[in-house]
């Protein structure tokens, strides 16, 4: 995709959403993170209705130490893995409490060496809390980026650095909410919504959306 294409790409999606965020409910970077890490093979549907119940008893890594593992799991139990998750999220709290104190580090090493947490967890941790401009790729992200053009590549870390290459400075600190919020919202999996698509003549994918104009 050309440079025009793509500055014009994140201009149109900043007009319809000047202030994108993630879908995670969440008021401190502990309460993100364990959303983060609850959320893998699991919607934000599923993992709000979770902390919903949970974070009022134990939002702080202390006190889910105190709650442990077993009384841990019926918050989460609706969650996919639960039972991987609680375990690791204990083992997170335990090091989150004696190497720093409660807090969430800052640093993708530090949060990668966590329990649970692998790069793209610590992308989403430190664009969202922190403020950095990292683009975390997960599905939605990786089907729209090869669909547009915008950044093809076979695997996620090939499409993560391609997007750090190509997104303008301007736009990288909220392009991976752009991204994601588009890839769940119009550009679908199994049936992209072109016709509403306010990208769609910049996109690269031209077999869907000559099959969803004819549709």
Not at 27 to 46: K, M, R
Not at 57 to 76: C, F, H, M, R, S
Not at 197 to 211: A, M
Request: aromatic share 6%.
């Amino acid at each position: 995709m050309k440079k025009a294409d793509v500055v014009e790409l994140f201009t149109r999606l900043r007009e319809l959403d000047p202030h994108p965020t993630t879908e995670l409910n969440y008021t401190t970077p502990f309460e993100l993170l364990i959303a983060v890490v609850l959320s893998a093979q699991a919607t934000d549907v599923g993992v709000n209705k979770a902390t919903k119940k949970l974070y009022p008893v134990a939002n702080t890594a202390q006190a889910i130490l105190d709650l442990g593992e077993e009384k841990l799991k019926p918050y989460i139990s609706t969650i996919g893995l639960f039972n991987s998750k609680a375990k690791n999220v204990i083992a997170l709290c335990r090091i989150l409490v004696k190497q720093y104190g409660g807090d969430v580090p800052d640093t993708r090493e530090a949060l990668e060496a966590l329990p649970g947490v692998g790069r793209k967890t610590a992308n989403v941790v430190l664009n969202t809390a922190f403020g950095h401009p990292t683009i975390a790729v997960d599905t939605h992200i990786f089907r729209v980026a090869n669909r547009t053009g915008l950044a093809p590549g076979k695997d996620v870390r090939v499409v993560e650095d391609k997007l750090e290459k190509v997104v303008p400075l301007p736009f990288k600190q909220d392009a991976h909410h752009w991204l994601i919020l588009h890839g769940r919202y119009v550009c679908k999996a199994r049936k992209p919504e072109c016709p509403r698509c306010v990208i769609r003549d910049l996109c690269r994918y031209k077999p869907k959306t000559v099959d969803n104009e004819k549709a």
